[in-house]
């Protein structure tokens, strides 16, 4: 273990010895966690290294098993998310779990709404929570209903509803994921501000560069234990990788072109002339070959999801015609693109992908079980055998194949959900930010997977908000604006800014 120098400052909280097992797995064990006042600290580890469950024993979510928890010197009891919160200790999960029916006002003050003669008093509701949004910087109509704001509105009204009582500590659990660059920005602009105040703020994310744009610590977790602490400034990025992983990395992976390196793409798969659904994306012509990676460039809203949906039958097309395999194919339902062999791992793995209550192995044939009918079941030794070949190959955290898989970590649910594609064996994949909330390594890992399958002749349209990884991946490169497509880019003449050219403006 290392410490950083520890500043002449005491911190504002320290955890020490913090242990936490689960039946079959030891997600912390004698972890130590400190946090200062006026401090952005992140805490860093791969997919299950146990990041989620030590902010969920700060909060009170989960008892300890061993170890204490002081506050400005004291020890402090948290076994429940209200001692948390008595305690001055906030959080904001990655999932905005707020009411989207109600107003942003009632959001914020829910639970302890002010009251004037036995009613609610409105006025006072949506002064107080205008004069709080204004203090971050926000300026909305706090009557609105909350799910008439975009994504990232939502989330900082998360957070001023985190702020609305005495707070001492913020803890963010990836609030990142999924904001485009912008509010990203301005999250950050707003976490800078609270820390100025002297707020102590614990994050979480996957992506690198933001840890060091904020954070003034770090703490890297793995395998449940504490690997060390260091000021952001003394740990260069290569470095924090190999603490991670526990291994050296090959990073030029990460960055080079890997398409290139690739074989031929073969027949045409997937066609498309004139493609469209009205108030989505219209007049689409696209084109995706055995063997090959077609990427979707564009902006958060330029229409990729949408294009996703269409070419899965979840939307139907009004306008246009596919082919696949040279034959006209018309798809009704996501049934009929399964049956076409198209398989989509969607961007929202909680609403539209994996079943909480199921095991692994179950969400893991899924799909497969679904293309071959209700009535032909999988033999339950068939089941066992591919779930197992998937947990092993793409590295998925898990007791065994029958834990629920509502009980992975987020990364891990994530793999078992592109495990439940490619148990298909598809024509075609469609990947929709398949690496979202994934760690470095099995970024790789993930990727190295998909190439394999396109050189065996997997067609696959891949989409990613990081556009560096578009580039890297993709023999070519169609990109979207508006909900229209602007150009295409071969994996040659493509770098990142290419793409961004092309959206400004710029052409081919
Ligand atoms: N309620 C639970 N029951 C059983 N196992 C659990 C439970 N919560 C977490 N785990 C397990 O504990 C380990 C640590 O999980 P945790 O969610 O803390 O990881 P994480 O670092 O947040 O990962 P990610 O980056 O994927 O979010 C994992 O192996 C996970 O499967
Ligand atoms: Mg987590």
């Known amino acids: 273990m290392t410490t950083a120098t520890a500043s002449a400052a005491v911190p504002i909280l320290t955890m020490t010895g913090i242990c936490k097992s689960f039946p079959g797995v030891r997600a912390l064990h004698d972890v130590t966690f400190r946090l200062f006042a006026g401090e952005v600290h992140t805490i860093m580890g791969q997919n299950g290294a146990g990041k989620s469950t030590l902010i969920k024993v700060l909060t009170g979510v989960h008892p300890t098993d061993a170890g204490q928890i002081t506050l400005n010197g004291t020890a402090l009891t948290i076994d429940t998310p209200r001692s948390a919160e008595a305690a001055g200790i906030r959080t904001v999960y990655q999932e905005v779990n707020l009411c989207p029916n109600l107003s942003v006002a009632e959001n914020i003050y829910i639970g302890n709404l002010p ?8 006025q006072t509701l949506n002064a107080a929570a205008a004069r709080l949004l204004s203090g971050l910087a926000l300026q909305i109509d706090v009557t609105r209903p909350l799910d008439s704001y975009p994504i990232a509105i939502q989330q900082m009204v998360a957070i001023a509803r985190a702020l609305s ?35 102590a703020i614990l994050f979480v994310t996957h992506f690198l560069a933001q840890t060091y744009a904020i954070s003034d610590r770090i703490t890297v977790l793995r395998n449940g234990e504490l690997e060390g602490e260091y000021l952001t400034g003394d740990l260069p990025q290569l470095k924090l990788i190999h603490k991670m992983v526990g291994r050296e990395i090959d990073v030029d992976s990460l960055t080079q072109p890997q398409a ?26 696209l084109e995706i070959h055995a063997g090959e990676v077609l990427g979707l460039g564009g902006l958060l809203g330029s229409g990729r999801t949408e294009t996703a949906r269409l070419l899965f039958g979840v939307d139907r097309c009004d306008s246009g015609a596919v082919s696949i395999n040279g034959h006209s194919a018309r798809f009704n339902s996501p049934r009929d693109a399964i049956k076409h062999g198209i398989g989509y791992c969607p961007e929202d793995r909680k609403k539209e992908g994996i ?5 692994v192995r179950e969400n893991i044939i899924l799909a497969l079980q679904a293309r071959r009918g209700l009535f032909r079941f999988l033999s339950r030794k ?5 779930a197992n070949e998937y947990i092993k190959a793409l590295g998925i955290k898990t007791p065994d194949a029958e834990q629920p898989i509502g009980l992975l970590s987020g990364g891990n649910q994530q793999k078992a959900l592109l495990a439940r594609w490619l148990a298909t064996e598809p024509g075609m994949l469609i990947l929709d930010e398949p690496t979202r909330g994934i760690d470095v390594a099995a970024k790789l890992e993930i990727m190295d997977q998909v190439l394999a399958l396109c050189r065996k002749g997997l067609a696959i349209l891949f989409i990613s908000s990081e556009m560096g990884e578009v580039v890297r991946v993709s023999h070519r490169i169609a990109v979207l604006r508006d909900r229209e497509k602007i150009g295409e880019l071969d994996a040659g003449q493509a770098d990142e800014r290419a793409v961004f050219h092309m959206i400004a403006g710029g052409g081919a």
């Open 260 to 285: 290139a390196q690739m074989a031929q793409p073969g027949a045409t798969f997937i066609s498309t002339h004139g493609m469209g659904h009205k108030g989505t994306v219209h007049d689409l012509d």
């Open 115 to 122: 009251q004037k003669n036995g009613r609610i008093d409105w």
């Open 355 to 359: 079943v909480a209550e199921l095991s």
């Open 382 to 386: 068939r089941q066992d055998a591919i």
């Open 165 to 199: 009582t005495e707070a001492q500590i913020l803890i963010l659990d990836e609030p990142t994921s999924s904001l485009d660059e912008d509010e990203v920005q301005r999250l950050f602009n707003l976490l800078r501000q609270l820390k100025a105040r002297g707020m």
